[in-house]
């Protein structure tokens, strides 16, 4: 999956094509058309209701892609820190911290470098990981992923 570019509509499709679940039950459960339903597989966003939904009805956070998007791809929060903690302390929104590593952004970074798609270096300045933290997720979780592809 490119988390750089989402296409959630194509996600949802895959979803439902996986656990086979038949369009009628989707329809009830959503309470819309089929017609609705296939404009949904052609769009590249939802509503976050309708989102929600079928998360539910798939039993999958597809919330998790976007929040994953964030984690990879969005601008170092570094810069402006003191400026930015000034303002959190005021926020009504809850707080997250942007340095949780979910597996599947391990295995998706980790997939990368082993491909020969990225090296350490590209890896690194790109996503802006520590060269500690990926090393210590190559050490870690480099023999899970070569044990899989046996």
Known sequence: MDLKKINIGLSIQEGVAEKEIEMERICKFLNCSEE???QMYASADLDT???LRWSKLLEYDFFRLYSQ????YSPSSSRNYVVATEKK????LPQFRKNIYTKEIIEFIIGKFLKGEMT???ITKEYRIPKTTLYKWLHKYKEIYNDDKD
Do not use: A, C, P, T
Not at 69 to 72: E, P, Y
């Open 36 to 38: 609705e339903v296939l």
């Open 49 to 51: 209701e309708v989102l």
């Open 69 to 72: 998007h964030l984690i990879l």
């Open 89 to 92: 302390e005021n926020s009504f």
């Open 120 to 122: 350490k270096s590209q």
